[in-house]
């Protein structure tokens, strides 16, 4: 599994996240805002797991603009689950695909099949999604909610969602 990603020095404030949950589907979905501008190219990237779940990045112009995390693995609860120390904001964009073209209005969908792993704090306010085997990562802020681990050949290895409402109890839908 092998998800591309260039990574540059952050040009500009992080952009804020917008956090979402649909109760009835279980969906939680991560907006940026302000979401990265340039053409109107947009990628799917669908990162299925071994076990049926899947996680959504919605890219446009390279750039990840949201997250969904559709189907859950079985989450792995931790008594306190914290990112590393030193994190880094960073710009983050996927590697343009070989042999793809893109054209103005283009629109496309890759899916990637890996296992993937959850884990959350007792509180379920910080997710952590493996993407792929365990391998030595760092850790770089590309919203001001969001985290990216990125291995040493600059490949997608997770993903942080901090700062995570609760799932809206049923007297709230």
């Known amino acids: 599994m092998k998800i591309p990603l260039q990574v540059e020095p952050a040009g500009e404030a ?3 996240v917008e956090y979402r949950w649909d109760p009835d589907t279980e969906i939680l979905s ?3 805002r302000p979401q990265a501008p340039g053409s109107a190219s947009t990628d799917s990237v669908e990162v299925e797991g071994s076990d049926g779940s899947w996680l959504i990045l919605d890219v446009a112009s390279g750039r990840i603009n949201g997250i969904e995390v559709a189907v859950w693995p079985d989450v792995h609860t931790r008594a306190a689950l914290r990112p590393p120390g030193g994190v880094t904001d960073a710009t983050i964009r996927l590697s343009e695909r070989r042999g793809g073209k893109r054209g103005s209005g283009s629109v496309t969908a890759t899916e990637v099949e890996t296992p ?6 007792e509180a379920e306010r910080v997710f952590h999604f493996t993407l792929g085997k365990l391998r030595k990562t760092r850790t770089l802020r590309f919203a001001r909610d969001l985290l990216v681990d990125v291995d ?3 490949n997608l290895a997770g993903l942080w969602f901090l700062n995570v409402p609760p799932f809206p109890s049923p007297s709230q839908t």
């Open 14 to 16: 992080t952009p804020a």
């Open 30 to 32: 991560a907006q940026l």
């Open 116 to 121: 993937l792993m959850a884990e959350a704090d």
């Open 152 to 154: 040493a050949s600059n």
